[in-house]
């Protein structure tokens, strides 16, 4: 079992930014992949950002250039740095983790999600 729990949303106005974090724990050892998903009412949840254990990173076209995945292995924690916010960036962000190498075993693992809603 792993556990994730989100933090740092907010509301922010057009422009802004903010940082999320996710911070893992439990059965840490077993992840291969940690994500970013985020969820607008009214629309299908999406994947936002993902990152592998070698560093291999993967971008919703709509946020390459800025937001940034990263993660602290040492602390099993991680972050989503979102700059240039934009109103239809607002959603529900969900941090998730998958155990298969090419972050191809359906995220079986979710954390509560943190609101990030950007202001025109």
């Known amino acids: 079992q792993v556990q994730l729990v989100e933090s740092g949303g907010g509301s922010v106005q057009a422009g802004g930014s903010l940082r999320l974090s996710c911070a893992a724990s439990g059965y840490t050892y077993m992840i291969n992949c940690m994500g970013w998903f985020r969820q607008a009412p009214g629309k299908e949840r999406e994947g936002v950002a993902h990152?592998?254990?070698?560093?291999?990173?993967s971008y919703l076209d709509s946020v390459k250039g800025r937001f940034t995945i990263s993660q602290d292995n040492a602390k099993n924690t991680l972050y989503l740095r979102m700059d240039s916010l934009k109103p239809e960036d607002t959603a529900m962000y969900y941090c998730a983790v998958d155990l298969k190498l090419y972050c191809d075993g359906g995220w079986p693992y979710w954390g509560q999600g943190t609101q990030v809603t950007v202001s025109s």
């Open positions: 990152i592998q254990n070698d560093g291999r990173t």
